[in-house]
């Protein structure tokens, strides 16, 4: 089955960094793209970065300048750099992934980590 963990949020002071970590295993057989969202309270979630299978990126505007999404494909790692934090930034940050399974090649699946709190302060 196919699972994916995050880590490295924490409470961290405006304008400070953060980097955010999310390792996939299990038996894929490939990814389409990964990406990250977050969710505020009171507001829905909504797509910070995404990183297709190609290499290329995309960010929410919000974000451009200070967010940088990379990975690794031999570990199946994601992450987000996270320069320049703002309280605005503050919300639980999920990983996503949408791929096809070993076991299920004929369909793509998604799938969602467990969310990783990020706290700015003021």
């Known amino acids: 089955q196919v699972q994916l963990v995050e880590s490295g949020g924490g409470l961290v002071q405006a304008g400070g960094s953060l980097r955010l970590s999310c390792a996939a295993s299990g038996n894929i057989f490939s990814i389409n793209f990964m990406g990250w969202y977050r969710q505020a309270p009171g507001k829905q979630r909504e797509l910070v970065a995404v990183i297709r299978s190609g290499g290329s990126t995309n960010y929410a505007d919000s974000v451009k300048g200070r967010f940088t999404i990379s990975r690794d494909s031999a570990k199946n790692t994601m992450y987000l750099q996270m320069n320049g934090l703002k309280p605005e930034d503050t919300a639980v940050y999920y990983c996503?992934?949408?791929?096809?399974?070993?076991?299920?090649?004929?369909?793509?699946?998604?799938?969602w980590g467990q969310g990783t709190q990020v706290t700015v302060s003021s």
């Open positions: 996503n992934l949408e791929g096809v399974p070993m076991t299920a090649r004929h369909r793509t699946f998604t799938y």
